[in-house]
Nanobody, 125 residues
Framework: VQLQASGGGLVQPGGSLRLSCAVS????????IGWFRQAPGKQREGVLC????????YYTDSVKGRFTISRDKLMNTVYLQMNSLRPEDTAVYYC???????????????????WGQGTQVTVSS
C-alpha cells in the first residue's frame, strides 16, 4: 500500500487549498481513506475520513463547515478540500488507511497502519 499526499503550501488566513492523496495497492471501492495532521509540538489529530461507501467522518469539530473530503475512484485519489483556513490549521497533513471499509475510530488520534509522507500546510499572513 502506498499513499502519496500533495498539494500543501503557504496560504493566507481565509484562503483555500486542496490536498490530494494518490493511493496505490488498494481500491477505494473497498477501503476507507482518512487524513490526520500534526502541528509542531503537538500530537497527531485526525481530520476527516471517507469510507468505502463514500460516507464522511469528521474527527475534529474545528474543521466542520470548512473542510470536505471526496474521492475519484477512477484516479484512485482522495481529496481534502480546505476552505476558510486558519493559522491553527498549520500542520503537516498525512493521508492514511487501516485497510478497512469503515473509517477507523483510532484515526481520531492519528493512529493508522499505513500512511505516506505528509504535505506541509502553512496558514499565515
Amino acid at each position: 500500500v502506498q499513499l502519496q499526499a500533495s498539494g500543501g503550501g503557504l496560504v493566507q488566513p481565509g484562503g483555500s487549498l486542496r490536498l490530494s492523496c494518490a493511493v496505490s495497492g488498494l481500491s477505494l471501492d473497498y477501503y476507507a481513506i482518512g487524513w490526520f495532521r500534526q502541528a509542531p509540538g503537538k500530537q497527531r489529530e485526525g481530520v476527516l475520513c471517507v469510507s468505502s461507501a463514500d460516507l464522511s467522518t469528521y474527527y475534529t469539530d474545528s474543521v466542520k463547515g470548512r473542510f470536505t473530503i471526496s474521492r475519484d475512484k477512477l484516479m484512485n485519489t482522495v481529496y481534502l478540500q480546505m476552505n476558510s483556513l486558519r493559522p491553527e490549521d498549520t500542520a503537516v497533513y498525512y493521508c492514511a488507511t487501516d485497510k478497512t471499509p469503515m473509517c477507523p475510530l483510532r484515526l481520531r488520534l492519528g493512529k493508522s497502519d499505513y500512511w505516506g509522507q505528509g504535505t506541509q500546510v502553512t496558514v499565515s499572513s
